[in-house]
């Protein structure tokens, strides 16, 4: 464990650094409203690559994929792993496509209203609202937990001092002082990665391979065999996941400032393709990892598995995993807090805030953040409920607006069809159980295990896509 005394020093040290990075960045330029929220067409491709990389990561990429691993086998970590790929891929082929069609964009939503209308604008940015504050209260739980781990600094602590530094350098310089500052933490994640390689390597690759294919050992006598790579029956539960954080990623509403952010539609692709790669790369490492802490032993508290895999190591290593962990919470708080304020300004409040009044808008969100982690600290549970309804409605909401790239799908098609999507959730519980379960899906979307439920999310995805094209194709035939 860190000291206290040390703990402080790296945390208000790293801490010092981004605002002042972000401080000496924001006297460069010269922000506007557009600017403040677009960067609009002024990053190359390395630039958007590692800011969607470092904007994407975040602090929970030390609990998810290792808890992942803990539970599941390899399907769940592969999954897990290409989820967080997906939907920069599906960013480099839609991207474009959407810039073109909305040049003067800045959230997705911003799209929506020109092919679907006001209402299907508003709706868009209530899921991504719903979406962006789960993860951002999540990961000032995850920084908290960390550091609270590695020294007993009180969980409170870090939350408060991260929400401070990342909206003064926000406030500061909007878009394009993140993008800059995402440049040295994508730095930071690297290293960070490199590190966990050389963990690997320094116990040996064979000693940890074998303890990734062990199953838990404490468990097996209760017949509960979880946690080993080697396993290949999880898959309904890997593609559950791939389902439902790609389309509530696409709602993410960082990553579609990015993409008016890119000087062209070339170094959008290309810069997408780099992110896709390296979060893939990234997490992969991480999942596996859960899986060899699952087979040395059982853990009363698995998200913290990769944290109970290092904490045998020197002072020195944890004390650089602390500053790590500093620089992914604020890479991915900085791009939460900047797009939430877009999705207010433009999409809820219909481009009628200023840009004074769009900065009191990201000062906000710190707070309510701060009392949501606060709340659910303890009930790590709900935050994963609460996760699992917004890329519900996500996925409910993602193909009917993905399907209005056709010029057949209508306004009314694409609401109504998002509606249904929901519908189908309640329609299919009511017929594999009963009509209080498909309610029940809607604000628990598990299976008997506690899962991601791969069935009530391709109800939700195939039905709201279904009735998208016949709504749409009715209202066309009677034009």
């Not at 290949?232 to 008016?260: D, H, K, P």
Request: hydrophobic share 50%.
């Amino acid at each position: 464990m860190i000291s206290s005394g040390l703990a402080y020093i790296l945390l208000l040290g790293t801490l010092a650094f981004f605002a002042w990075l972000g401080y000496q960045e924001s006297l460069k330029i010269e922000i506007d409203q557009d600017s403040f929220q677009s960067a609009r067409n002024s990053q190359n491709w390395i630039m958007i690559g590692l800011s969607l990389f470092a904007s994407g990561m975040g602090i929970w990429i030390l609990f998810g994929p290792s808890e992942v691993g803990y539970y599941g086998g390899f399907y769940d970590v592969f999954g897990y792993a290409l989820s967080s790929a997906t939907p920069f891929l599906l960013l480099a082929y839609l991207g474009p496509i959407i810039r073109n069609l909305t040049p003067q964009g800045v959230t997705l939503a911003d799209f929506v209203r020109q092919k679907m209308g006001r209402p299907m604008q508003l709706y868009v940015g209530i899921i991504s609202i719903l979406y962006m504050f789960t993860f951002m209260f999540a990961e000032y739980i995850a920084i908290g937990r960390a550091v609270e781990f590695l020294s007993g600094v009180d969980f409170l602590i870090p939350i408060v001092l991260v929400a401070i530094v990342t909206t003064f350098y926000t406030v500061m310089g909007g878009l394009p002082v993140s993008i800059k500052t995402d440049r040295i933490q994508s730095f930071f994640i690297l290293w960070l990665i490199t590190c966990v390689i050389l963990l690997i390597f320094n116990e040996g690759f064979g000693n940890i391979l074998d303890d990734a294919k062990a199953h838990t050992p404490e468990d097996i006598e209760w017949e509960w065999y979880h946690g080993s790579i080697s396993d290949y029956s999880t898959f309904e539960a890997g593609l559950a996941l791939v389902l439902a954080i790609t389309a509530a990623e696409m709602f993410s509403q960082g990553n579609w400032q990015r993409t008016w952010a890119s000087e062209d539609n070339e170094a959008l692709r290309k810069g997408a393709f780099l992110a896709s790669g390296l979060c893939f790369v990234a997490v992969l490492l991480f999942g596996f990892l859960g899986t060899v802490t699952a087979g040395r032993g059982a853990l009363s508290d698995p998200s913290i598995a990769f944290f109970d895999l290092i904490k045998g190591y020197n002072e020195l290593v944890l004390a650089m995993f602390l500053v790590l962990g500093v620089a992914l919470v604020c890479s991915s708080i900085d791009t939460l807090q900047n797009a939430i304020g877009a999705v207010v300004s433009r999409d809820i409040a219909d481009s009628n805030l200023n840009l004074v009044q769009a900065k009191y808008v990201v000062i906000s969100t710190a707070p309510i953040a701060i009392f949501l982690a606060w709340y659910y600290a303890d009930d790590t549970l709900s935050v994963f409920q609460i996760f699992l309804v917004a890329d519900l409605f996500a996925a409910a909401t993602v193909l009917p607006i993905f399907l209005s790239l056709s010029d057949r799908v209508t306004a009314n098609g694409g609401l109504v069809g998002a509606m249904f999507g929901l519908i189908s959730v309640v329609i299919y519980g009511a017929f594999t159980s009963d009509f209080e379960t498909g309610i029940g899906y809607l604000t628990n979307p598990v299976n008997d295990f506690g899962l991601a439920n791969l069935d009530v999310f391709l109800s939700a995805l195939l039905g709201s896509a279904l009735m998208t094209i016949v709504f749409s194709e009715i209202e066309n035939s009677q034009s």
